[in-house]
C-alpha cells in the first residue's frame, strides 16, 4: 500500500518505519527541514532502540522516503497518517494547531479519495473537526478514521510490530477493510483488531493512559503510607501483583510519572470532563497525587541536607522520564532539579541518552551534564537515582564512596537494596522503604 506519515515525530516516525517495514512504500513528512535531512542522512534525531535500523532498511530498499512538501506525500498516497503533536496548550486543552494545519494542507493536496487515519492522540470528537477542517479544502471524498497509537517508549518498535491490539474507530467497512489488511502483518500470533465508533476509539487512548497512571499513582500514595509505619512498599508490590486479577505491570513507586503522554493526556482528559459537567475524580486525584510525589522526593533530600542547599552538590543518575529514551518532556527530573537548585544546590547530572535534550529542557538549573557516569560524582554531597537505567545497577560503590564527599544515596526509582546499600555503609533513602 501507498502510505503517507504527516509528522515524523516518536509515533509517525516508528509507524512509517513499520509499515515500509512490512513491504508498503511510505512517505514520511515533517515540516521540520532539519529533521528531515537528518534523517534522509540514515540517522534518527532521537534515541529509541532498534528504530535506526529499522529506518536505514527501509530507505535502502526504497520503501521510506522522508520529505518536507505533504502535498506531494498526500498525492502519491491511498492511506494518510496524522501524527502530528497534540501538547497541552494553556488551559489544558490539547493544542491542535499542528493537526488543523496538517489537516488543511492534506485537504488542499488531496487529488482523488484517500483514506486518513489520525494518529495523535486528540479530544473526543475530533475525527469530526478533522474531517470538517479537510472537508473546507478538499476536492474529493475521504473517509476519517480514529486509530490511537498504544507504543511505549523505550519499546516503540517492539510495540509497534507486535501490538497488544489495534484500535480502529470507523463506521465505514471499506476503510475497516483497508486498515485491518495494513495491520494485518502485526497480529498474526491473533492479537485483535478491534473494531469501534471513532469516539470510542478516541476515548480508549485517554481511558488506557488515565488508568495506567492511576496504578503509578496508587502505588506512590501507599509508599507513602509505607515510610510512615516502616513497611517496604517493593513487597506489598509483590503481594498485589501476583493477584491476577491485579497483574504486574505500573506498580512501581517512584518520583511519579512523566514523559509526553501520560501528564498531557491527563490534563485534556480532566479539561473535556469539566467543560462536560463530568465529575472524573479518581483522574484529578491521579494527577495531585503525581505533582505530590516529587515535592516528596525533594522534602527528602531537603530532610537530610537541610532545606537551604547554599555550597552543597548534588550528582544526578538519571534525567529522561523513563530509561531507554532521551525524552525530557515532563520527566520528573525537571521539577525535582528545578527546586534543588532553588534551594542553592550545585546539580551535576548524567543520562546516558538524554544529556542533549536535558541541556536543552534545564539550562541553567544543571551546572554539568557529564558525558560519563562516574565524573558527576567528584565532591558531591549526595547520589540522587531518578530514571531506572540498567547502566546504573551495578556500579563501582567503592568509587563512589571515595568520590562523594559523604556516602549518601536518595533512590527516587528503588534500584538498589537497602540491606545490601547499609552493608556498603551507605545512608540510604528510597520510595516507601525504611531508610537505612
Ligand atoms: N510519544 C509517544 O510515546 C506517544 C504514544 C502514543 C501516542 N502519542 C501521540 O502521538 C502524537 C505525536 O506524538 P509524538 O511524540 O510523535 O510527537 P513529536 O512532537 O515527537 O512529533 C510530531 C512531529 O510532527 C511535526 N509536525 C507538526 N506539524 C506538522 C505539519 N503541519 N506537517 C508536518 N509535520 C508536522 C513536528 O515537526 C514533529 O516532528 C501526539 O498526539 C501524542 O500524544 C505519542
Avoid at 522516503?65 to 491511498?78: G, I, K, Y
Avoid at 544526578?316 to 525537571?334: C, I, Q, Y
Avoid at 547530572?349 to 557516569?373: E, K, S
Wanted: hydrophobic share 45%.
Amino acid at each position: 500500500m501507498k502510505v503517507a506519515v504527516i509528522g515524523t515525530g516518536y509515533v509517525g516516525l516508528v509507524a512509517g518505519a513499520c509499515f515500509a517495514d512490512a513491504g508498503n512504500s511510505v512517505a514520511c513528512v515533517d515540516r521540520d527541514h532539519k529533521k528531515i535531512d537528518t534523517l534522509r542522512m540514515g540517522k534518527v534525531p532521537f534515541y529509541e532502540p532498534g528504530l535506526e535500523e529499522l529506518v536505514r532498511r527501509g530507505v535502502a530498499e526504497g520503501r521510506l522516503s522522508f520529505t518536507p512538501d505533504t502535498a506531494a506525500a498526500v498525492r502519491d498516497a491511498e492511506v494518510v497518517f496524522l501524527a502530528v503533536g497534540t501538547p497541552s496548550g494553556p488551559d489544558g486543552a490539547p493544542d491542535l494547531t499542528a493537526l488543523k494545519a496538517a489537516s488543511v494542507e492534506v485537504g488542499q493536496a488531496m487529488n482523488g479519495y484517500k483514506l486518513i487515519v489520525n494518529k495523535s492522540t486528540v479530544p473526543i470528537g475530533m475525527h469530526a473537526q478533522v474531517a470538517g477542517w479537510m472537508r473546507e479544502h478538499a476536492r474529493h471524498e475521504f473517509d476519517v478514521v480514529s486509530n490511537p497509537e498504544f507504543l511505549k517508549e523505550g519499546a516503540a518498535v517492539q510495540d509497534f510490530l507486535k501490538p497488544d491490539r489495534v484500535v480502529i474507530g470507523t463506521d465505514k467497512d471499506q476503510a475497516f477493510r483497508k486498515m485491518k489488511d495494513l495491520y494485518a502483518p502485526f497480529v498474526r500470533q491473533g492479537n485483535p483488531i478491534l473494531r469501534m465508533d471513532p469516539v470510542s476509539a478516541e476515548i480508549t487512548k485517554y481511558a488506557c493512559n488515565a488508568f495506567l497512571a492511576a496504578r503509578i499513582s496508587f502505588m506512590n500514595e501507599l509508599s507513602l503510607l509505607c515510610e510512615r509505619v516502616g513497611a517496604d512498599v517493593e513487597t506489598v508490590r509483590m503481594g498485589m501483583s501476583t493477584d491476577l486479577r491485579i497483574g504486574k505491570h505500573f506498580l512501581y513507586a517512584g518520583v511519579g510519572y512523566g514523559g509526553s503522554c501520560f501528564p498531557k493526556d491527563i490534563e485534556a482528559l480532566l479539561h473535556t470532563a469539566r467543560s462536560l459537567e463530568v465529575p472524573m475524580e479518581i483522574v484529578q486525584s491521579v494527577q495531585r497525587a503525581n505533582l505530590r510525589q516529587r515535592k516528596h522526593f525533594v522534602e527528602r533530600v531537603f530532610a537530610a541536607l537541610g532545606s537551604d542547599l547554599l555550597g552543597k552538590t548534588l550528582a544526578v543518575w538519571g534525567l529522561a522520564f523513563k530509561p531507554n529514551t532521551d525524552d525530557m518532556r515532563e520527566a520528573p527530573s525537571v521539577d525535582i532539579l528545578r527546586d534543588l537548585h532553588a534551594a542553592g544546590a550545585r546539580i551535576q547530572a548524567f543520562d546516558p541518552a538524554a544529556g542533549a535534550t536535558a541541556a536543552a529542557t534545564l539550562g541553567g538549573v544543571v551546572a554539568l551534564i557529564a558525558a560519563r557516569r562516574d565524573e558527576v560524582l567528584e565532591g558531591a554531597d549526595a547520589l540522587l537515582i531518578l530514571t531506572e537505567w540498567n547502566d546504573f545497577r551495578h556500579p563501582d560503590w567503592e568509587l563512589i564512596r571515595r568520590k562523594l564527599k559523604r556516602p549518601l544515596v536518595f533512590d527516587g526509582r528503588n534500584v538498589y537494596s537497602p540491606t545490601e546499600m547499609r552493608e556498603r555503609g551507605f545512608e540510604y533513602h528510597s520510595v516507601g522503604r525504611p531508610s537505612v
